[in-house]
């Protein structure tokens, strides 16, 4: 389901490289949370099972959670101005690797086992060979680029072990962390 939710994520730098030629990138982004955010305040306003009260209820985590998805949102639009929609596409792949090894190693989900640790760092060794030492060595400009949007990957990684942790309703989650990131 990562890989899915990376190629998803991957594909979202070349449209915003697109959409950035009428609109801002972060007012893009912001506008694509609103819409968000209302369509779900919508299904809950009909889906009858959930109230606003439920909503304020989770607050604290919904802002924590709006901090980093905006934190994320900022961060595809800085690399954006450094480097090109393919090479941020291609670092889309950090997004399952680093969610691994946070999950792994910091918040000791899941059983570690050395083959796994060898699997993320092989992956991550592929994206490295992948990325080419040509681009990180030749200009500052687009390594300054990989390091924002790296930085993104990982808080998006922190984002959904969070989201993942404090969630009790997935609707009403989603929808107060995109009022927080839109206000």
Do not use: N
Not at 51 to 57: E, M, R
Not at 73 to 98: D, H, K, N, R
Not at 132 to 147: A, C, R, S
């Amino acid at each position: 389901m990562l890989l899915v939710f990376a190629a998803l994520v991957g594909m979202l730098f070349p449209l915003v490289k697109i959409a950035e030629q009428t609109i801002e990138p972060l007012t893009l982004s912001m506008l694509r949370a609103l819409l968000g955010a209302l369509l779900l305040a919508a299904m809950i306003a009909v889906s009858g099972k959930h109230s606003l009260k439920s909503l304020l209820a989770e607050w604290k985590s919904c802002a924590i959670l709006g901090l980093l998805l905006s934190l994320f949102f900022v961060s595809i639009s800085e690399a954006e101005e450094y480097i090109t929609a393919e090479l941020g596409a291609v670092l889309a792949c950090l997004l399952p690797i680093a969610t691994f090894l946070m999950a792994t190693l910091l918040l000791k989900w899941g059983r570690f086992s050395w083959l796994r640790l060898s699997g993320a760092l092989l992956a991550l060794a592929g994206v490295a060979l992948f990325v080419g030492p040509e681009q990180v060595f030749t200009e500052k400009f687009e390594l300054m680029g990989m390091i924002i949007i790296s930085g993104g990957y990982i808080t998006y990684a922190a984002y959904l072990l969070y989201a993942r942790f404090v969630s009790r309703d997935p609707l009403i989650g989603a929808t107060g962390t995109l009022i927080f990131v839109t206000g």
